[in-house]
């Protein structure tokens, strides 16, 4: 699958361009490997819960609860791990998913602490999530609901909160992000960009939230997020820019592209504007994330460098998943859904196995980050079409200084 092509070709130019190709240079080319097997992922979830309902569900009653939270993913969290914790109106539970299912979810920055995605629980009639500019909280644009089917709006209703719940916990991620560049002396400049980024998230919380309460009917928003007491601030450089590759070089660079893509199949137009925004400011997230990486690299040397690697080698490797089963089949037709921005699973997981292999390797060849193994690339199981785009995007990308 090829993503929207004047987008991908723009974003590729601007990450590369705004690295530089002095700071190319300055970097070794990392050793690659590849193997392994989908790997089971952790995961938080959790739920709204009033003290006066008394204990929190059992494991089983909770994986029927965080199903049903989250329908457009029934195939998502597998299984309920651990007992609930209770804290600030919500219940959460250590849950296990299958990796090919991480596209259940738009793309993005994620809140990640210890290896788990934190969001926080969805809330009935919750407006101060939303967007402003009229009573309604639409931000002045309301999508049409004519022409949908009550099956329909419940089923973007549901997508697009479960899309605003990720970019809520991104507003989180960036909070957090500010911190650690604070804490390892990054230059003004990264922290400005930062905390501006943390704005934007918040605009596409709102902007999510309005979109997924007009097709509800109702007022939705986020329960309190579930920070953790005593957030720890990455430990060193090392740390700081293992996360940022993960959560930014790939997550914000796949969510630039994946909703781009979601616009261009759009016809709504307020789903339209909204995702004009969303990924015009996800790419510039994405460089944001990238010249962190540079400078983290340039200030830490081989230690960096290595975590870095390690990152884009994983990303290399997530490309050999075969694609995302439907748990279900759509709740809609496909072509009004997508209209409103929907996108199946299959869609995402294709969408974001597209953006790491014609955006994110390139850009992390051209840096001298990761190197490409055809054999491994031939062995992806995305056919020829396929490894031709990756081997063509590398070489279009080994020159950044011309104009793509
Ligand atoms: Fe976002
Ligand atoms: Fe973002």
Redesign the pocket.
């Known amino acids: 699958m090829l993503l929207d092509g004047s987008f991908r070709r723009t974003l590729l130019a601007r990450l590369l361009l705004s690295v530089g190709p002095s700071t190319a240079a300055a970097l070794l080319v990392a050793a690659p490997g590849c193997g392994g097997e989908p790997e089971a992922a952790a995961d938080i979830r959790c739920f709204e819960w009033f003290e006066e309902l008394g204990a929190c569900l059992d494991r089983d009653q909770a994986l029927d609860e965080l199903r049903t939270i989250y329908p457009k993913c029934e195939d998502y969290i597998e299984s309920v791990e651990s007992d609930a914790t209770q804290r600030e109106g919500v219940c959460c539970y250590e849950v296990t998913s299958r990796r090919n299912s991480d596209y259940c979810g738009v793309p ?2 994620p809140f990640m602490l210890e290896g788990h995605r934190h969001t926080a629980a969805p809330r009935a009639a919750e407006a101060g999530w939303l967007a402003r500019g009229t009573a309604s909280g639409s931000g002045g644009r309301q999508p049409s609901l004519a022409d949908l089917t009550d099956e329909e709006r419940e089923t973007l209703a549901d997508g697009w909160l479960r899309s605003a719940l990720e970019e809520h916990a ?1 507003v989180a991620s960036f909070a957090r992000f500010s911190l650690d560049l604070m804490a390892h002396g990054a230059p003004s400049s990264l922290v400005e960009a930062a905390h501006i ?1 943390a704005l ?2 918040v605009g596409h919380a709102r902007l999510g939230f309005s979109l997924a309460s007009a097709y509800r009917g109702a007022p939705l928003g986020p329960a309190a997020f579930p920070m953790p007491p005593g957030l720890p601030v990455a430990a060193d450089l090392v740390a700081l820019a293992r996360a940022v590759a993960e959560e930014g070089c790939v997550g ?1 660079t796949v ?1 630039a592209l994946v909703a781009a893509e979601q616009r261009a199949r759009a016809e709504d137009p307020a789903v339209r504007a909204a995702l004009e925004v969303i990924a015009e ?2 790419a510039r ?1 994405a460089e944001l994330a990238w010249l962190t990486v540079a400078w983290a690299i340039g200030a830490g040397g081989e230690p960096v460098r290595r975590a870095v690697a390690e990152v884009f080698e994983a990303a290399a490797q997530s490309l050999r998943r075969p694609p995302l089963a439907e748990a279900e089949a759509p709740r809609g037709r496909p072509a009004a859904l997508a209209a409103h921005g929907h996108l199946t699973g299959a869609d995402l997981h294709a969408l974001s196995s597209a953006a790491v292999a014609q955006v994110v390797l390139p850009c992390a060849h051209s840096l001298a980050l990761w190197k490409p193994v055809v054999a491994a690339v031939t062995r992806f199981g995305y056919g020829p079409t396929s490894t031709s785009s990756v081997l063509s995007a590398l070489e279009c990308a080994s020159a950044p200084k011309t104009p793509i």
Do not use: F, I, M
Request: hydrophobic fraction near 20%; charged fraction near 55%; glycine fraction near 10%.
């Open positions: 993005g920055r991104s980024a934007d998230e914000e969510a400011d996800e997230h």
